[in-house]
Nanobody
Framework: VQLVESGGGLVQAGGSLRLSCLAS????????MGWYRQTPGKEREFVAS???????YYGKSVRGRFTISRGNARNTLYLQMNKLKPEDTAMYYC???????????????????WGQGTQVSVSS
């Protein structure tokens, strides 16, 4: 499975961005998917996850502002980011799991596949 993120960029505080992640390869093996982010010198942070059945879960810092969704073809993952803040500045990574589960996944080590990341920068 290969994951390619897109949609990052520079935006002013209060603005919006929509990230996309396109999966290719053995996508039938994918169950839950998620978004993580990382800034230099810090650990990767959980942002959001969506289960195989469409249940969602968000990290506390983005709850109420970000929305995770999957395309109908199940090979695309989205992250709609609204009311962006400077502290949202980070490299954003798409992740896919092949764990046999129907629930969301928040543990980083349960994701088998990772994209290369897309940079999001929010100016104040």
């Amino acid at each position: 499975v290969q994951l390619v993120e897109s949609g990052g960029g520079l935006v002013q505080a209060g603005g919006s961005l929509r990230l996309s992640c396109l999966a290719s390869g053995s996508i039938s093996s994918i169950t839950a998917m998620g978004w993580y982010r990382q800034t230099p010198g810090k650990e990767r942070e959980f942002v959001a996850s969506i289960s195989d059945g469409g249940s969602t879960y968000y990290g506390k810092s983005v709850r109420g502002r970000f929305t995770i969704s999957r395309g109908n073809a199940r090979n695309t993952l989205y992250l709609q980011m609204n009311k962006l803040k400077p502290e949202d500045t980070a490299m954003y990574y798409c992740a896919a799991s092949r764990e046999y589960t129907i629930v969301v996944i928040t543990r980083e080590d349960k994701y088998a596949y990772w994209g290369q990341g897309t940079q999001v920068s929010v100016s104040s």
